[in-house]
């Protein structure tokens, strides 16, 4: 059988009655000690880079330190010889002591708004479990799509294409909406469901102008280097449309394929389903408060620019409501081992690609690129290509979205339109394409780290997943793409 529902109500309740965290961390299951074949190995990449390679002109000891510590970090968080939060807090650590970083400096990004939208999302969907209503909305989902497993996917990309529009953060839906629900289904279907959330919501960020922030920023960039837009909204929505849709369809069905679900047919699933949301009945006080809450925090989400509420402000409101009204405790919140542990490890990331910033190592890479192409005489098609490539490449250095978009969107939308690509057509497929990034690896984006805080996808797979999926995004925006963005008159 694929599906359990009063079991998993079960596990639910005595999950919240022990006080485990209901977003599990990989360190949770891992060995605390340290592994020596993967700690040698990440320290000698790093060390190597260090030694052997020369520091470019232009760029200081100090910068070049760092990008070997940051690529001895990265190493380690794919070969794990600590769990990633340990691992990161020793880079941190480490950083701090060869006076390559200071204290405030490394820890600078646990202020960072992204971060403490994970934590605070991560928050609410414990709400979701312990109210039983992540169990209901779990219910529903099996009851409507979930005689397979490939189907119950199709229904949760569905689900996100409806919820974009409202809720304009893709961490905000990944850890408020979705995990909570994955949580209430079959074990044996957790970490294909949670993989191909990841990868597909990397598609939904692009379906709408509205659909995730760093959308916005790139719009605003475009239109600083010259580039017109007629109507932004329709123009985002029309490029989008056909690549984006054919994206989505084949995302859960490439995973599927390469890395399938632990069981793919759950016939008898949507009947019992339904009987039991028959004998769980109407929504009970505690799911309509949580609810309430979740209620006000989307519609300051979808209202907040004009209000003046960013997003992580928003869910900060909604979690005071959760807390006031007894839907949560502190004691829960607290208890959510994995989102602190993702506030430490993220936070260190973020503050060390910001700092590669700041360093000017972003802008060697993004120049050294740059000359290459000069060099290379290329058509503006093959420029146009061989920019995205280096522009979605550069992204294994960057913890945020938000970040590689500040530093990298308008020099490399510069490049292209040297190179005489067409302006609006170079401007959205480069904010497209900063979309797309987004699962590549389990710091590529804050939705990114929800899902692997989950607790269901080990590292190694989200990596692989992450390369092949980038894979079918270029073969499908790029051929699919192209051809729809010809017929639209874009070039």
């Not at 960020?205 to 922030?213: D, E, G, K």
């Not at 609810?291 to 997003?311: I, K, N, P, R, Y």
């Not at 497209?432 to 996808?457: D, K, P, R, W």
């Amino acid at each position: 059988m694929g599906f359990n529902p009063q079991t998993v109500s079960r596990k639910s309740l005595r999950t919240n009655a022990q006080g485990k965290s209901v977003v599990h961390a990989a360190a949770a299951v891992e060995e605390d000690g340290l592994k020596l074949v993967p700690a040698v190995i990440s320290i000698a990449v790093g060390l190597a880079v260090k030694l052997f390679v020369p520091i470019p002109a232009g760029l200081t000891v100090q910068a070049w330190d760092l990008l070997a510590i940051f690529i001895s970090t990265v190493v380690g968080l794919v070969l794990k010889p600590l769990p990633v939060g340990a691992w990161a807090f020793a880079a941190a650590t480490f950083s701090i002591v060869s006076g390559t970083l200071d204290f405030a400096t490394t820890f600078a990004s646990l202020t960072n708004e992204v971060i403490w939208l994970i934590v605070v999302a991560t928050i609410f969907a414990r709400a979701f479990v312990k109210t039983g209503f992540g169990d209901r909305l779990a219910l529903f989902f099996v009851k409507m799509f979930g005689k397979t497993t490939l189907a119950l996917a199709y229904g949760l990309q569905l689900a996100e294409v409806a919820i974009c529009p409202a809720v304009p953060s893709t961490t905000a839906r990944a850890g408020g909406v979705f995990v909570p629900i994955i949580n209430g289904l079959d074990a044996r279907t957790k970490s294909y469901l949670i993989a191909q959330q990841l990868q597909g919501g990397n598609n939904t960020s692009s379906i709408l102008l509205t659909a995730a922030a760093q959308n916005f920023l790139c719009i605003k960039l475009a239109e600083g280097l010259g580039v017109v837009f007629t109507n932004p909204f329709n123009q985002w929505f029309m490029a989008a449309i056909v690549p984006c849709t054919l994206a989505i369809l084949a995302t859960p069905l490439v995973i599927y394929l390469i890395d399938p679900p632990g069981v793919k047919d759950t016939p008898e699933a949507p009947i019992q389903a339904a009987k039991q949301l028959e004998v769980m009945g109407g929504l009970k006080p505690a799911e309509t408060k949580m609810l309430m809450g979740l209620g006000v925090t989307v519609c300051l989400w979808v209202f907040g620019t004009q209000l003046g509420v960013s997003a992580v402000l928003a869910a900060m409101i909604g979690l005071c409501i959760l807390l006031s009204t007894g839907v949560v405790s502190w004691d829960d919140a607290l208890s959510e081992k994995g989102a602190w542990d993702t506030l430490v490890w993220f936070a260190i990331l973020i503050g060390m690609s910001a700092q590669l910033n700041h360093l000017g190592v972003v802008n060697w890479l993004s120049s050294s690129v740059s000359g290459v192409l000069v060099s290379m005489k290329l058509s503006w098609p093959a420029a146009f290509g061989l920019l995205h490539l280096g522009y979605f490449s550069l992204h294994y250095l960057f913890a945020s979205q938000t970040a590689h978009v500040g530093a990298l969107y308008s020099a490399f939308l510069g490049m292209m339109l040297a190179s005489g690509a067409p302006p609006v057509l170079s401007a959205l497929t480069l904010a497209f394409n900063t979309n797309l990034f987004g699962g590549v690896t389990h710091f590529a984006s804050g939705q990114s780290a929800v899902y692997f805080a989950a607790g269901h996808l080990e590292l190694a797979t989200l990596w692989k997943q992450g390369a092949y999926c980038a894979v079918l995004n270029f073969l499908v925006w790029g051929i699919a793409g192209m051809l729809w963005w010809k017929a639209i008159g874009l070039y």
